[in-house]
């Protein structure tokens, strides 16, 4: 589930075209559809596909942090907080197929790139997330 504000939303690829294109730029990955937003995932891909995005999580609880195993089921406690919550560190899970996919500044750069030629903004959320140092940044 995710909500957005229309003036965000206007700045995505057409979901129409998204699945295309994200094959495109996932043509030479070798990790599944799945760990990069490829085939059916790129509708779950989407919305969080732009530099501009500021993504939020409800979920407070880092032994649950994405896929389908361990979910929660029923109510929870829902905690509005920007995300990621968590560090790094716990979104990675070293017996899951996707490896480390996704889990790169560069990676995560080029995508945007690729997509809507453009970077993230100083105020982009993954800076801080993947540890960039903004005093060497030009």
């Known amino acids: 589930m995710w909500s957005a504000k229309c003036d965000y939303v206007k700045k995505l690829i ?7 294109i994200m094959k ?3 043509k030479t990955a070798k ?3 799945f760990c990069l937003g490829n085939g059916r995932y790129a509708a779950e891909h989407w919305i969080n596909s732009h530099p501009d995005g500021s993504p939020c999580d ?3 609880d880092p032994h649950y942090v994405w896929g389908y195993n361990g979910m929660p089921v029923g109510a929870f ?6 995300a990621p919550r968590f ?8 017996e899951h197929t996707c490896g480390k996919a996704g889990q790169s500044l560069d ?4 995508e945007y790139g690729l997509l809507y030629k453009k970077k993230p903004p100083a105020s982009w959320w993954g800076w801080a997330f ?6 060497k940044r030009a």
């Open 14 to 20: 057409d979901p129409e075209e998204f699945p295309h």
């Open 24 to 26: 495109k730029v996932g």
């Open 31 to 33: 990790e599944p559809g």
């Open 58 to 60: 409800l979920y407070p």
């Open 77 to 82: 406690k829902k905690a509005l907080e920007v």
């Open 87 to 94: 560090d790094l560190a716990t979104y990675y899970e070293k």
């Open 107 to 110: 990676g995560r750069i080029n």
């Open 130 to 135: 993947y540890g960039y140092n903004h005093s």
